[in-house]
């Protein structure tokens, strides 16, 4: 006889749950003992039942997180240029230790005076992706084409709209924009390598809340679209050829239903395009937040970092970035310990986690599910508000992005001032030696690079 365990007990509803909790709470409000308010504006309630899930669009959400053939994630090294037999050092040491790709940042270095044969010795990057980050594209294809005469896999990990937001120019020049798409027709041949990238860092580390990063960053998209079709080119074109590269901050679940709202919104900017098929061209490269990090504890980094990259593959990230622990403390330059450490994250939750198993893994969940959604219509809506604004460009001009911005970070202040727990920081911290003067406040008509813990260093 084949009997449910769960036949003997009578069916509770999330009604029920409710009457019992509160009765139990003896006089204490529900909404406001149990209710958490976050960051973005909205409620998240303490239990979510299949009741929940009968009216938000599931279908949808879940087959714009179905574009990938697996759930295994590239993982990409990050190295700062300093000599050309340092780096080629560094990137075979990488590959051999694990990675997948790297990410070489030439900053402000000639890249036509780089001995790129030097530079690349040993590496196929028909084989091993890698990705350029510097302000001179056009030369560094051009130094590629003359010596790789395959197909390579990588590309430019360069967002000009970015550095707009960041360095308070006017406008973006012509010019600008007809390199762009001079980069993108030129690696028209090149199936496998990006010509630029759309960023939320820019955002994230300005103390932009979660909403905010995501209404901001699809604005972006849609400006990097029409300013390239207005020039000649297709959306099929400029699409297929540019990877989100999302920031990943602590707060572990917001994080997953971040990137799983991302490609749901990115379906629907698609449609408006005509384009749906495309969604299977999203990609999204994850690094973890450099916002959070502290210089006062910085092991405390390290437990920051895994749960980050965590969220990053739950979510459904494509490829990874984990930095090291100790990055924060000396420009970006961290230890061969730090980077091992780092390094080690990606690959034992493949390795022994084996959390590269499975698509979507958070698919169905009434707590991601719901989280997912609401994420989603609220983005949609700022997105929606900038649009109205004339484009993501515009909102900068307007000063409508900064002022939005600026009040998510000093929310984020306030709540760590008014006894918010923040380990390393404001609580369990080590003291410093020596107090730090504080910096004059920064010009607020741009973005500005900040982290949330150098307030209480």
């Known amino acids: 006889m084949n009997t449910s365990l769960f036949s003997e007990f009578p069916k509770i509803t999330k009604s029920d749950w409710i009457t019992q909790v509160t009765k139990d709470l003896k006089g204490k409000s529900f909404d406001e003992t149990l209710v958490w308010q976050t960051l973005e504006n909205f409620e998240v309630q303490p239990y979510y039942s299949e009741e929940d899930l009968r009216n938000l669009p599931i279908a949808n959400i879940q087959a714009a997180q179905k574009n990938k053939n697996s759930g295994s994630w590239q993982n990409r090294a990050y190295i700062k240029y300093n000599t050309e037999k340092e780096v080629n050092v560094l990137i075979i040491s990488y590959l051999q230790r694990g990675m997948s790709a790297v990410v070489i940042d030439f900053e402000n270095t000639d890249v036509e005076k780089v001995d790129w044969v030097k530079l690349l010795n040993n590496v196929k990057l028909s084989d091993n992706p890698v990705f350029f980050k510097t302000p001179y594209r056009e030369q560094a294809l051009d130094q590629l084409t003359k010596i790789v005469h395959y197909l390579p896999k990588?590309?430019?990990?360069?967002?000009?709209?970015?550095?707009?937001?960041?360095?308070?120019?006017?406008?973006?020049?012509?010019?600008?924009?007809e390199n762009t798409k001079q980069i993108l027709s030129k690696t028209h041949q090149f199936p496998q390598f990006s010509a630029f990238t759309v960023e939320s860092h820019v955002f994230h580390n300005a103390g932009a809340n979660t909403v905010q990063e995501l209404a901001f960053t699809l604005a972006s998209a849609v400006e990097y679209v029409d300013k390239l079709t207005d020039l000649g080119l297709t959306p099929e074109q400029v699409i297929s050829k540019f990877e989100f590269s999302i920031s990943i901050g602590t707060n572990y679940f917001m994080?997953?239903?971040?990137?799983?709202?991302?490609?749901?919104?990115?379906?629907?900017?698609?449609?408006?395009?005509?384009?749906?098929?495309?969604?299977?061209?999203?990609?999204?490269?994850c690094q973890t937040s450099s916002f959070y990090n502290s210089t006062l504890s910085p092991y405390t980094n390290m437990l920051r970092a895994t749960t980050e990259a965590m969220s990053a593959?739950?979510?459904?990230?494509?490829?990874?970035?984990?930095?090291?622990?100790?990055?924060?403390?000396?420009?970006?330059?961290?230890?061969?310990?730090?980077?091992?450490?780092?390094?080690?994250?990606?690959?034992?939750?493949?390795?022994?986690?084996?959390?590269?198993?499975?698509?979507?893994?958070?698919?169905?969940?009434?707590?991601?599910?719901?989280?997912?959604?609401q994420l989603a219509t609220e983005a949609w809506e700022m997105f929606q508000k900038v649009e109205r604004l004339g484009g993501i460009t515009a909102a900068f001009e307007q000063g409508f992005v900064q002022e939005e911005v600026?009040?998510?970070?000093?929310?984020?202040?306030?709540?760590?001032?008014?006894?918010?727990?923040?380990?390393?920081?404001?609580?369990?911290?080590?003291?410093?030696?020596?107090?730090?003067?504080?910096t004059e406040k920064a010009n607020t008509n741009k973005l500005q690079n900040r982290r949330l813990s150098a307030v209480f260093e």
């Open 406 to 438: 600026n009040k998510s970070y000093e929310a984020n202040v306030n709540r760590l001032k008014g006894g918010k727990v923040m380990v390393g920081v404001n609580k369990f911290r080590v003291e410093p030696e020596n107090t730090l003067p504080k």
């Open 255 to 285: 994080e997953v239903a971040k990137l799983r709202a991302l490609r749901y919104l990115w379906s629907k900017v698609l449609e408006a395009y005509n384009c749906a098929s495309l969604i299977k061209d999203c990609q999204i490269h």
């Open 313 to 373: 593959v739950m979510g459904g990230c494509d490829s990874l970035t984990i930095s090291a622990y100790d990055a924060v403390l000396n420009n970006e330059l961290s230890s061969d310990f730090g980077e091992r450490i780092a390094q080690n994250m990606a690959i034992l939750m493949k390795e022994e986690a084996h959390l590269d198993k499975t698509i979507d893994p958070s698919a169905g969940s009434y707590y991601i599910e719901n989280l997912t959604y």
């Open 154 to 177: 990588g590309g430019f990990q360069v967002d000009v709209l970015a550095e707009l937001f960041l360095n308070d120019e006017p406008t973006l020049s012509n010019y600008t924009w």
